[in-house]
């Protein structure tokens, strides 16, 4: 005998799914963050615990993953994805990951509390004008650096 569920009305049913199919099959509560251009850094101490970056200000997030297995499957994936592998034999990883994203993470037994994750994304290249702008270069070096790479 089946059980017929019923969806109330007043439910977002993406609402629900999304989370869930996030964690099963992507990284988690960390999607939205990774996909967020104001986020530069994300930092997860525990699997409730998650700090971001934005403005130069860290504060800690409202998201975190449902278990500590959870953020152990979501930081394999990402290793793997970039070609290595998080496993006890070899518990930390530092490494780039495709849209240049630096991950460094690790697990047990080389973190004491089970897993913690590090992102810091890649800062979208200046132009030397902006560099001048910004007051980084002067425009006699920016001249310069031009007339090496011509």
Known sequence: MLLEVKNPGD???DAVMRPALDEALGVGPLEGL???DTVTEILVARPQRI????G???TESSVGFSSENA???A???????SGHALT????????RLRDGTRLVAGRAPAAAHGGFAFFRKARPARS????????????NMADFLSACVA
């Open 11 to 13: 439910v977002d049913r």
């Open 34 to 36: 990774l996909a967020d």
């Open 51 to 54: 700090f971001v970056t934005q």
């Open 56 to 58: 130069g200000t860290r």
């Open 71 to 73: 953020l152990r499957r």
């Open 75 to 81: 930081i394999e994936r990402l290793a793997a994805s």
């Open 88 to 95: 006890p034999a070899s518990p930390f990883v530092d490494l």
């Open 128 to 139: 030397l004008e902006r560099l001048v702008k910004d007051g980084v270069l002067s425009e």
